[in-house]
């Protein structure tokens, strides 16, 4: 991926804002923003208690 295709995940960059990253706060990329948006609308949606749900949704996050 290249630079420009990168900064364009982060909205944050559109305000014209520095911003100097650290270890506790960071802008979200849109892809962050919609993968937790999905998982919301889940767990307050449909099934609540479902671990096995939650494991898939951890390792499918980690292989994308």
Known sequence: MDIEKARSLFPY???GKIYLGHAST???STYVVNRLKEYITERSEGVID????????M???KAD
Not at 52 to 57: C, I, N, P, T, Y
């Open 59 to 61: 390792d499918s996050v």
């Open 50 to 57: 479902d671990y096995k749900a939650v494991l898939r949704s």
């Open 13 to 15: 960059l559109k305000t």
């Open 26 to 28: 960071a802008p979200m």
